[in-house]
């Protein structure tokens, strides 16, 4: 079982910036896939971006949400810019462990809240 935490989140004004963070409770190099789900209000959940652990970089940039995987600290990280109130949503960190002769284990952040105020 890999446990993760998110941490923060809150609240913003549209236009700032924000990082938020996934610790795994074992070392992300045995992670396969790591990254970033959300899901505003009314709606379901989204791909920000997901990571292999075999990446040629250890970062993923898409327009202005930046996933970034760091070993050394088990840790994987959102950076979020020139926040829009459409970015209102709570983020779920996600990894996946790829199992040889049997279906991948998949695993989910409790889930962190940014509200992002015009």
């Known amino acids: 079982q890999v446990q993760l935490v998110e941490s923060g989140g809150g609240l913003v004004q549209a236009g700032g910036s924000l990082r938020l963070s996934c610790a795994a409770s074992?070392?992300?190099?045995?992670?396969?896939?790591m990254g970033w789900y959300r899901q505003s209000p009314g709606k379901g959940r989204e791909l920000i971006a997901v990571i292999p652990s075999r990446h040629s970089t250890n970062y993923i940039i898409k327009d202005r949400f930046t996933v970034s995987r760091d070993s050394s600290k088990n840790t994987v990280y959102l950076q979020i810019n020139n926040l829009k109130p459409a970015d209102t949503a709570v983020y779920y960190c996600?990894?996946?462990?790829?199992?040889?002769?049997?279906?991948?284990?998949?695993?989910w952040g409790q889930g962190i809240q940014v509200t992002v105020s015009s």
């Open positions: 996600y990894a996946k462990l790829l199992m040889l002769f049997r279906a991948p284990e998949e695993y």
């Open positions: 074992e070392s992300i190099t045995d992670i396969d896939d």
